[in-house]
Each structure stands twice: as structure tokens, then as C-alpha cells.
């Protein structure tokens, strides 16, 4: 292409007129290729929907893109088939689709990723969708971001044949696409075109000049472009530095790379992760291994990484550098936002999967897993990645392998397998998943693996047409235990006369009766057909194979399902059938479950007992006084009314009989003391309990009782409460008995008498064995504070904050103590509170707080100051968030002052009108959140058709008129082609080319 750009006039004048034709005159170059209607920012909340399942898919992948999740292969083909099977694709649909394709799937190749374009592309046609230059543009950013070589010329040629005119865009797009090959001659011919049209040039479009000229080997002209940009009144941005290291990556020069690095940070324009992670892999897919190592070196001794790290690593994975993505995942500081992040490395094992490596080399990466991160169940993981990714044979040769490394093999490893085979009709890959089971060895595996035996490995053979005699023949080792799988079946299927027909003359294994779910086909029968079911109990017990273990648990199993039927006359027939034929292996306790029948029929039961009323369990209660079982009901009927005298008086009857309550029992009622106050009685009670259960008490119950206590103003009870549930080693721990205790914990702490109190309830609660689990403490933390902030002085506060910090490493209630210091004007402790902020949860994060809190406090000015801190960068996620909790709180005055603080920076206002509308409606105020909308109209363009659409149905639902001018808006926009992207760059960083002539530096104009 560049030769026949370079050979004359003729040429170049073509491009110019290709051009000129379709010209879009506009007052600015936009810094960044606008996008279609899905890149808003937030998803809107609608009042009342029926959201479909491609629509929440489509909602998925808006999150995703807008808090830089990524996108995964697998998420984009589901999307892709998602859209697909809804019928017609729409222009909006295919958009989405090639934006996708610019920056991800963050787990595929760039070829891959080209490939999707093309794919995408392709949909045009099928889908009777008209290619559009906004469709076209979005195409050829594609391109420039997965670094397509393609031909800028050619593809001018095909906008013109499609009957397409060309926008400001487009000639971005197609600037970039010469720069990326060192063409300047074609760069310039589109310059000409613009500066005919006096449209207005940007720092992207130098930024694009700067890589024109490194790539044709002129660093001296890539640098006459930096000057240019700065003497002509623009700014250069991160991006301008980024462009020369990223040159010098691809050369290999650490030197050079770090100096523009550290030019850039000098600038205060430092070099998000995103661009660093780039420059690591772009001198990996170049070869230059070891200066991708010291650079690495230089990124991690950076300190606080964000997990971009993670998508880099993946996408190194997919383009074959396995080694350095473990590498970058091992360099990689575990630190996000001041937190901990624990993160196994799992995502490359995925990566791999889904990129056709062989299960060996997952296998061995799943190894280094395991060294960097013991706990992260990599091989497990990886089994996981390769049933999800539909690779059943992937998974069997993982397990081998895992077999061979004498991994513990469990049942449900195997079980997707034997699945995924039957689905495929693949009669040998179920045969082989089968024999991996039978041959599982282990405790406690024996229920699972005869429950997947019958349930899915025998259907999964008889649906790929095997017949028993087939099954048997290839398990010749396993025959009896098969013949008892076919018996249970036919025994389930047709009954006992079918199935003891079938196996007549065949051995049995006596382990399939001990599993768990033999009994069931017994009784299924009962009691219509005892007969049989006892010639059924005969023939097993004369099986040589069946020991009295598994005949008496098949056969108690069966007795007791009789029993609790009290079905007394089959039960009585049952035994006796069973005596009569006099089965050795028959347990001779079985017999006296008769006499047990007998002696219940003369007293009521627990169930009866409840279903009458208190009136007539008293009346059975004096006819039987030595029965504990209706003061028990009685016990219950009062502790349900809350009838505390009447519970205590039958607890002591109980006791005076010599009944021992049980642990639950005695739980519930400790529990029902504490709530009326009995603090003296619950813990005679909880003493009981510890007679029952030893250490192994739920520790919420002493803390419920110290919990009464400190409301009495007994702090040393509650302090012995909290060190008897620090003893307590009861093993398991719900959420929702996590969760109740934190709570009651929080409580003990706001209703301590003085701070001092406070501070001693506070200490035991972490002091020696903490009581709290990690996830908890910063709850309580922040309970502490709030109680003693109410009496402390501000030196006081911020003196206990520092301790905490010291000795916790953590900073609780940071927003009240923002906002108590702002508002007294307290500055020196309010330094002292932002360098603890500073050190807790990073620089970025606790600098937006500040501003936040100034807003809050209703210092505007003083907000904006920090927000607009040079080098300061804004985390549009920390706004956003911010922003729905001042909706969620409904504090609309606070939440506007912070959107005007905001609005003439570098955030999308697109996102800021769709939290002030959500903010306007959660309030009920129609009429502002209307004016909003329109007046974004006016300040910027037409605004999203999801913002609208929810404020129209807010109106519906609020049974009021919609405003004309919303239906005219929303009509415009249905007609409008113009996407909804709202990134323009302000007048500080355009200028045209008119204007660089007239400052005197014409001949620094970007030229061959």
C-alpha cells in the first residue's frame, strides 16, 4: 500500500476526495471512537419489568464492561447464541458484539478475537442488518486494538462501495491504521482532508502520529510531535507516553520504557495497570523474556495493583506463553484497594482449557498452583474447567493423571463424564468413566458410588444401547455386584415376582443391600405385596455373598418403614414370616420391635398430644402423672403463648421427675428466659446445658445471656459470657448464626453503661482468641466507635483510631469521622485521620472520601479542590457507588451538589444523569428528573433510550402525563444512528489545524 501511496499525486488526491466527500463538519475530534447504545455506564434499576433472559445477559455484559470485569470467551459465545436464538439480530446487537471484540474475550487470542469480528461482521448479511460507518468504525477499532495489519486504503475503498460516507471517526481510525505501519504518507493525505474541512484535531490523533513515526524510524519526528502538542496549547495525556513505550517494548529497551515511564508519572499523567500489563506482554510476544522480567520487577514494586492482572494473564495464556502468565499471576502483589485478595490462579487453568491445551500441561500448571497456593484445589479446578467447557475426554485424562499422583479421587469427579458421554452417545467414554468408578476405593464413598452405579452409569449404558450381558461382559470382575444393580432395577421398575424371575441362578453382591437407597425399592411395595417382599428377604439372605451386616440393614430398614406406617397386622405378619424361616443371619433383636408395638398403643404420642388443647393434655397428664412426654407439650404450649411462670413451674416438675431436657430442648429454653429477662434462670439453664454438651455449646447462647447483662449495667458478667463462649468448640458455624452473633455482639457494645465499658467489652472481644471471624470484625469495630464517639473528645477519637490501626489494621466508621471533623473545621486531625486513611485503604480511596465528605458537609469548593488534585485520578467506580447510596438513603440535595461538582470532569455524565434520575424518582419528584433529561439534551446530546423509557414508566406508574418533550425525545433517539457514548473532549485538549498554522508552527505539522 505505501508504494502506491508514495508514487505520485494521483493517488493521494484520490484519498483526499474519497474523504472530502463525506465530510461531517463538527466544532471537535473526539478522543475516543463513540459507541452504540450498550456502553452506558450503570444498568438502569426499572420500577416494574419483565426482563427477558437476553436482556439480563445483555445486562451481564454492560456490568462487566462498565467496572472493567472483562469479558470471558465463554460469556461472548453465550451471548452470541443468546442473541442468535432470539431471531434477528439488530445493528445495536452486532455492535455489541465487535465492541466486545477490542478489548477481549480477555481469554482469547488476538487472532481469535479477529476471528469473532469477522464472524460478527458476517451476521450483517444473514441478519438483513445494513452495515452503517458506525458499525464500520467500531470494525476497524477492532482491528487497530488487536493490532490487525490491515489495509487503510482498502478499506476506505469498501466504505465507499457500501454507499457509506466516512465521519471523524472514520479518519481516526484510518490515521491509526498507516501509523501502526510507519506510513506517514497516508496518514498526512487523511490530515489534508481535514484540514480542508477544518475539523478539529485531538491529542488521540498526535498520539497516532508519535507511533507513525517510531514505526518509520524516526524517533527525532516522533518527538517534534510531542513538542507540537504542548506549544500548541493541547495537553499530552497518558496515552502520548504510553505510545513511545510501548515502541520501545517491542524493541526490547528497559531503558527507554522505564524513562517514559517515569516521564509520564513526573507529568502527573502515570500509566494505569492496564497500560503496564500491556507493556509486559508486549515484550513477552516479542521475545524479549528477560526484560519482561525486570519490568514486571518494577510494576509489582509498585504496591497496590488492581486485578487487571488477572484478564493480562489469561490473555497471555491464550496467545501460548503459559509460563510468563504463572509468572505475572506469582509477581503479582495480592493487594486491591487496601484489601487482602486471596485469588488461586484457577482463571489460567480455565484459560488454558478453553484454548485446546493438553490436560498434561494442565496438569503441570495446576501443580504450580498448588506450590504458589496450597489451598486452592487447582486440579480440582481444573476438572471443573474442562466438564464446563464440554471436554469429558480433557477431564478422564486429567484424572489419570491425577491417579497416577495418587490424588483422592472422589465420585462426583467422575459422574460429568459419564454425563457428557451419554449425551454424545459415546459408548466407550461411559465404559471407561464406569470402570474409574468401580474401582474407587476409600471411606465413606460407598453410598455415592452405588447411588451413581444405578442412577446414571446403567442408564447412561442402557441409552447407548448396551445390554446387561454387554455390561457384564466388560466388567467380569464386577458381575455380582452388577447382577444386584439389575435387581434393585427390575425390582423398582416391575416388582418382586419380575425381579426374583430375572435373577434366579445368579450370585449377588451383599454391598449393594447396604447402600442407602435399597431399602426404598423394598418398601415401595408395602404392604400390598408382603409376600413377595419376604421371598424377596429369603432369597438375598441365601446369597453367599451377603453377610449379616448387610441383611440385617436391608431388612431393619424394611421393618422399621412397617412400624412407622403402624401398620401393626403386616408388621406382626412381617416378623413372623421372617422367624418362621428361621434366616441366621436374621438379628434376633428384630423380634422385638412386636412387643415394642404392643406397649405403644397404650399411650398417646408426641404428635397426638399436640394436636389437642392445653384443657385435655392436663386431663391426660392427671390420668398418667409418671408421663413426662404431656408436661413436655405443655412446656411448649407455654413457651409459645410467653407464659414464663407457667414454663418455669413445669420445669421444675420435670426436674422433679428426673427428666433431663435435651440439648435442643434446653436451648430453647435459655433462649426464652433471655428474652423476658431471666438472666438469672437462663444461665442455671446454660450450666444444665454444659452437663449435656460439654465445650461443645453454640457460643451464641452465653453471649445472648451477656448480652441481658450489660443492659443491667453487669459488665463483669457480660466479660465472663464472652471468655465462656471463647470456650466453646462446638464445630460448625452457619452464616445465620454468624450473622446473630455479630449482631449481639454490636449490641453489647451500644449498650455498655459508660465508653469505659465499651472499651472493655471491646478488648475481650479480641483479645487472646478472638471471637469474631474475619469477615465480622470490621462490623464490630465500627460499632465500638460509634458508641464511644458520642462522649470522647475529637483528640480522644482520633487517638483510639490510631491505636485500633496499630494494633488491628483497621480504620472503622471512616465516613462519621470525616464528616464530625469537616464539620468542627478540626483540620490537625483531620491530617492525622487522612494519613491513617492514607496508610488503611490507599491514597486514591481515601482522597474521594474526603471529597465525598466535603460535598456532604456542603463544601462544594473544597470537594472539587481535591477531585481536581493534580494526578489525582477519579475511580468512576468509587462515584457511582457513592452515588446509589445517596439514592438509596434518598439524600437527592447531596447527590445533586456532587453531580455538579462533577460535571465538567473526566467522568461519564451519562451515568451521573442516570443516578440523579433514579435519585429525582426515588423521591417522587417527576418534574426535576424530567427537566434533567431534557437539559442533558441540550448541554450534550440525545440521552440514553434506557434513561428515558424508565422515566416514562416511572410516570405511568405514578399514573401522571408524560411530557411531551420526553415522547419527542425518545422518538428522536429511536431514528437516531448517533450512539450513546457521552466522552467528548473538552476545548483544553482540541484544536484545528487552522489554529496550528496560526501560532507560527506549520512545519511541525505531522508530514512525510
Request: aromatic letters at 8%; charged letters at 25%.
Amino acid at each position: 500500500m505505501a508504494a502506491f501511496i508514495r508514487c505520485g499525486a494521483a493517488v493521494r488526491s484520490q484519498i483526499v476526495a474519497s474523504c472530502n466527500k463525506g465530510l461531517i463538519c463538527s466544532a471537535v475530534f473526539p478522543q475516543t471512537l463513540d459507541l452504540p447504545v450498550f456502553s452506558s455506564t450503570v444498568p438502569i434499576r426499572p420500577m416494574v419489568t419483565s426482563v427477558t433472559e437476553k436482556e439480563k445477559l445483555i445486562d451481564d455484559v454492560h456490568r462487566k464492561i462498565d467496572y472493567n470485569q472483562g469479558i470471558s470467551t465463554q460469556l461472548f459465545e453465550s451471548l452470541t447464541a443468546s442473541l442468535e436464538s432470539h431471531g434477528t439480530l439488530s445493528e445495536q446487537d452486532i455492535g455489541l458484539l465487535l465492541h466486545i471484540c477490542s478489548f477481549g474475550p480477555f481469554d482469547s487470542s488476538s487472532d481469535k478475537r479477529l476471528q469473532f469480528v469477522e464472524e460478527a461482521w458476517n451476521k450483517l448479511e444473514k441478519h438483513g442488518v445494513s452495515p452503517s460507518i458506525k458499525l464500520f468504525n467500531i470494525k476497524l477499532k477492532a482491528y487497530c486494538k488487536n493490532k490487525k495489519d490491515f489495509n487503510a486504503l482498502d478499506e476506505l475503498m469498501k466504505i465507499k462501495s457500501m454507499g457509506l460516507n466516512p465521519d471523524k471517526i472514520t479518519y481516526s481510525l484510518l490515521i491509526e491504521g498507516f501509523c501502526s505501519q510507519g506510513d506517514i504518507d497516508g496518514a498526512n493525505s487523511v490530515l489534508e482532508a481535514m484540514k480542508t474541512a477544518n475539523l478539529a484535531i485531538n491529542v488521540a490523533l498526535f498520539n497516532s502520529f508519535i507511533t507513525g513515526h517510531l514505526k518509520a524510524g524516526s524517533p527525532e519526528e516522533a518527538h517534534k510531535v510531542l513538542e507540537l502538542i504542548r506549544s500548541s496549547g493541547l495537553n499530552p495525556n497518558a496515552q502520548t507516553f504510553f505510545k513511545f513505550a510501548i515502541f520501545y517494548a517491542e524493541e526490547g529497551d528497559m531503558d527507554s520504557v522505564n524513562k517514559y515511564i517515569n516521564e509520564a508519572e513526573e507529568q502527573g499523567l502515570p500509566l494505569d495497570h492496564s497500560m503496564l500489563l500491556d507493556l509486559h506482554r508486549t515484550m513477552i510476544t516479542n521475545g524479549h523474556s528477560s526484560a519482561a522480567a525486570q519490568l514486571l520487577k518494577t510494576i509489582s514494586e509498585k504496591g497496590i495493583f488492581s486485578s487487571m492482572f488477572m484478564q493480562k494473564s489469561c490473555h497471555l495464556v491464550a496467545e501460548g506463553f503459559v509460563d510468563a502468565a504463572v509468572e505475572l499471576y506469582t509477581m503479582m502483589p495480592k493487594v486491591e484497594e487496601g484489601k487482602i485478595v486471596i485469588n488461586s490462579g484457577n482463571f489460567l487453568l480455565r484459560t488454558m482449557i478453553v484454548n485446546g491445551h493438553t490436560p498434561q500441561d494442565v496438569f503441570n500448571i495446576a501443580d504450580k498452583i498448588v506450590e504458589i497456593s496450597p489451598r486452592s484445589l487447582a486440579h480440582r479446578n481444573a476438572l471443573n474447567f474442562a466438564y464446563r467447557a464440554g471436554k469429558p475426554d480433557h477431564a478422564m485424562e486429567l484424572l489419570q493423571h491425577m491417579i497416577a499422583k495418587n490424588h483422592v479421587i472422589k465420585v462426583p469427579y467422575i459422574v460429568p463424564a459419564i454425563c457428557a458421554f451419554r449425551i454424545d452417545k459415546n459408548v466407550e467414554g461411559v465404559y471407561n468413566a464406569t470402570g474409574l468408578l468401580l474401582n474407587l476405593q476409600g471411606s465413606g464413598i460407598r453410598d455415592d458410588k452405588l447411588d451413581q452405579l444405578v442412577r446414571c452409569s446403567y442408564p447412561a449404558l442402557q441409552h447407548c444401547g448396551q445390554s446387561r450381558e454387554n455390561i457384564v461382559e466388560r466388567f467380569k470382575d464386577h458381575k455380582k455386584l452388577w447382577n444386584s444393580i439389575f435387581f434393585l432395577d427390575d425390582l423398582n421398575t416391575n416388582g418382586f415376582d419380575a425381579a426374583l424371575q430375572k435373577a434366579e441362578g445368579k450370585a449377588l453382591d451383599g454391598m449393594a443391600f447396604q447402600w442407602s437407597d435399597a431399602p426404598t425399592s423394598f418398601v415401595k411395595h408395602l404392604p400390598q405385596d408382603i409376600d413377595s417382599c419376604i421371598e424377596a428377604l429369603h432369597f438375598i439372605h441365601e446369597q453367599d455373598s451377603v453377610d449379616q451386616e448387610n441383611f440385617n440393614y436391608l431388612t431393619s430398614r424394611v421393618v422399621k418403614y412397617v412400624m412407622n406406617q403402624r401398620n401393626w397386622p403386616v408388621l406382626e405378619k412381617m416378623l413372623d414370616n421372617l422367624l418362621e424361616k428361621k434366616m441366621k443371619k436374621l438379628c434376633t433383636g428384630t423380634g422385638s420391635y412386636s412387643g415394642q408395638r404392643s406397649r405403644k398403643g397404650q399411650f398417646l404420642s408426641m404428635e397426638q398430644l399436640d394436636e389437642m388443647s392445653e384443657e385435655e393434655v392436663k386431663k391426660y397428664q392427671k390420668k398418667n402423672p409418671d408421663r413426662f412426654l404431656p408436661r413436655l407439650v405443655l412446656l411448649q404450649k407455654a413457651m409459645t403463648a410467653d407464659d414464663l411462670e407457667t414454663m418455669k413451674q413445669i420445669l421444675r416438675e420435670l426436674q422433679a421427675l428426673g427428666f433431663n431436657l435435651t440439648i435442643v430442648q434446653t436451648m430453647k429454653v435459655i433462649t426464652k428466659l433471655i428474652q423476658h429477662n431471666d438472666v438469672e434462670t437462663a444461665i442455671l439453664y446454660f450450666e444444665e446445658l454444659k452437663k449435656l454438651t460439654g465445650d461443645s455449646y453454640r457460643e451464641n447462647i452465653p453471649l445472648m445471656i451477656g448480652e441481658e447483662l450489660i443492659k443491667q449495667g453487669n459488665v463483669e458478667g457480660t466479660l465472663q459470657m464472652i471468655e465462656v463462649a471463647k470456650a466453646s468448640k462446638f464445630p460448625v458455624v452457619e452464616p445465620r448464626s454468624r450473622s446473630i452473633k455479630r449482631n449481639i455482639l454490636a449490641s453489647m457494645l451500644e449498650n455498655a453503661p459508660t465508653a469505659e465499658a465499651a472499651t472493655k467489652v471491646h478488648s475481650a472481644m479480641f483479645e487472646s482468641n478472638p471471637i469474631l471471624a474475619d469477615d465480622d470484625v470490621m462490623f464490630i469495630h465500627g460499632a465500638y466507635i460509634k458508641r464511644i464517639s458520642s462522649t470522647e473528645t475529637d483528640d480522644e477519637l482520633v487517638n483510639i483510631l490510631l491505636n485500633m490501626y496499630q494494633t488491628h489494621r483497621t480504620f472503622p466508621f471512616h465516613d462519621f469521622v470525616l464528616e464530625r471533623l469537616i464539620k468542627k473545621e478540626d483540620v490537625e486531625n483531620l491530617k492525622k485521620v487522612m494519613d491513617l486513611g492514607n496508610a488503611a485503604f490507599g491514597s486514591n480511596f481515601f482522597h474521594h472520601k474526603l471529597a465525598f465528605n466535603f460535598i456532604r458537609c456542603g463544601m462544594l469548593a473544597r470537594g472539587a479542590t481535591v477531585l481536581k488534585t493534580p494526578g489525582f485520578k477519579l475511580n468512576e467506580r468509587l462515584i457511582n457507588v457513592n452515588c446509589q447510596y445517596l439514592v438509596k438513603e434518598k439524600k437527592i440535595d447531596v447527590l445533586e451538589a456532587l453531580v455538579n461538582v462533577l460535571k465538567e470532569m473526566a467522568v461519564s455524565q451519562t451515568s451521573l444523569l442516570r443516578h440523579l434520575v433514579e435519585g429525582y424518582v426515588s423521591v417522587g419528584n417527576l418534574k426535576q428528573a424530567s427537566e434533567a433529561v431534557q437539559q442533558f439534551a441540550m448541554d450534550y446530546k440525545q440521552p440514553p433510550k434506557s434513561i428515558v423509557n424508565f422515566l416514562i414508566k416511572a410516570y405511568s406508574s405514578s399514573k401522571d402525563e408524560v411530557p411531551e418533550a420526553l415522547n419527542s425525545i425518545l422518538s428522536i433517539k429511536s431514528q437516531s444512528d448517533q450512539p450513546e457514548s457521552d466522552s467528548q473532549p473538552s476545548d483544553s485538549d482540541v484544536t484545528s489545524a487552522e489554529d496550528i498554522e496560526a501560532t507560527g508552527h506549520a512545519d511541525m505539522l505531522p508530514k512525510s
